[in-house]
């Protein structure tokens, strides 16, 4: 007796999934602002441990309801690309190629974009404190720049937010398009997180999110290439503070 293989029908978009992800990027985004504007980086150079630990504990904060909200939807952290690599040596390439697209982005923003706009650079006289104090750079630039900016926003921005809004656009199953209008939306939320940088800094800032999304998109939605990325931009802005090479000045 012969039997006939019937195709199964492709599985519907579960229901509630985009109202479900447009609710966890309305918590996000409400949670990022209000431990964002409620301690600023002024708040922290030259300050005691307190600030220090309250600094990096929100963004632990941050990571762990985004773990919450992920679990709730479904979703683990493999799925928005803290895994290995497909192809190891693409997270490198990535990382390269990264640098040197936000390196030509800065340039092009600050010398010609901004000024066309009637805009200033970004205002880093928040990180002026760096300079000189080997201490204060040390936290700057290793849990701040390498763990809480490097892990935590990557996990938080490219990560959990272009996922869910991802997910508000296209449902259960977006596609590239649907991808790419996220990467351009965390953008824009990540830009705004840094408005204490003054307007131009957030569109530079922006703009740089978006290029992380880039990377992270190209890299097979990886997030390994954009947290190395971020750690590295983060490092030696760090850097170029305590030497003095950037002068934290407006």
Same mark, same amino acid.
């Given at each position: 007796?012969? %039997? !006939?293989?019937?195709?199964?029908?492709?599985?519907?978009?579960?229901?509630? !999934?985009?109202?479900?992800?447009?609710?966890? !990027?309305?918590?996000?985004?409400?949670?990022?602002?209000?431990?964002?504007?409620?301690?600023?980086?002024?708040?922290?150079?030259?300050?005691?441990?307190?600030?220090?630990? &309250?600094?990096?504990?929100?963004?632990?904060?941050?990571?762990?309801?985004?773990?919450?909200?992920?679990?709730?939807?479904?979703r683990? $952290?493999? @799925? !928005?690309?803290?895994?290995?690599?497909?192809?190891? $040596?693409? *997270?490198?390439?990535?990382?390269?190629? +990264?640098?040197?697209?936000?390196g030509?982005?800065?340039?092009?923003? /600050?010398?010609? *974009?901004?000024?066309?706009?009637?805009?200033? +650079?970004?205002?880093?006289?928040?990180?002026?404190?760096?300079?000189?104090?080997?201490?204060?750079?040390?936290?700057?630039?290793?849990?701040?720049?390498?763990?809480?900016?490097?892990?935590?926003?990557?996990?938080?921005?490219?990560?959990?937010?272009?996922?869910?809004?991802?997910?508000v656009?296209?449902?259960?199953?977006?596609?590239g398009? #649907?991808?790419?209008?996220?990467? &351009?939306?965390?953008?824009?939320?990540f830009?705004?997180?840094?408005?204490? /940088?003054?307007?131009? =800094?957030?569109?530079?800032?922006?703009a740089?999110?978006?290029?992380?999304?880039?990377?992270?998109l $190209?890299?097979?939605?990886?997030? $390994?290439?954009? *947290? &190395?990325?971020? +750690?590295?931009? @983060?490092?030696?802005?760090?850097?170029?503070?305590? %030497?003095?090479? #950037?002068? =934290?000045?407006?």
């Amino acid at each position: 007796m012969s %039997t !006939v293989s019937i195709p199964s029908a492709p599985s519907a978009p579960r229901p509630g !999934v985009q109202r479900q992800a447009a609710l966890q !990027v309305a918590v996000m985004a409400v949670l990022v602002f209000a431990v964002s504007f409620a301690l600023s980086p002024s708040d922290v150079v030259g300050a005691g441990y307190g600030p220090k630990l &309250i600094l990096l504990g929100r963004m632990a904060l941050l990571v762990a309801a985004a773990a919450w909200m992920m679990r709730a939807a479904g979703r683990r $952290w493999s @799925d !928005v690309g803290l895994r290995a690599p497909a192809r190891w $040596w693409s *997270i490198p390439v990535a990382v390269v190629a +990264g640098y040197l697209a936000l390196g030509a982005l800065a340039g092009a923003m /600050q010398m010609a *974009i901004l000024p066309a706009l009637g805009l200033t +650079g970004p205002d880093l006289s928040a990180f002026a404190g760096i300079r000189g104090d080997l201490p204060e750079y040390l936290f700057w630039a290793l849990p701040v720049a390498l763990g809480s900016a490097a892990v935590g926003e990557e996990l938080v921005a490219r990560g959990f937010l272009t996922d869910r809004i991802a997910a508000v656009l296209g449902g259960s199953a977006p596609n590239g398009v #649907v991808v790419f209008a996220a990467v &351009i939306l965390q953008g824009a939320l990540f830009g705004a997180c840094h408005a204490y /940088q003054g307007l131009g =800094g957030a569109l530079l800032t922006g703009a740089v999110g978006v290029v992380i999304g880039l990377v992270w998109l $190209w890299s097979g939605r990886n997030l $390994w290439a954009a *947290i &190395i990325l971020h +750690g590295l931009v @983060d490092f030696v802005s760090m850097t170029a503070f305590y %030497t003095g090479a #950037v002068g =934290g000045a407006s």
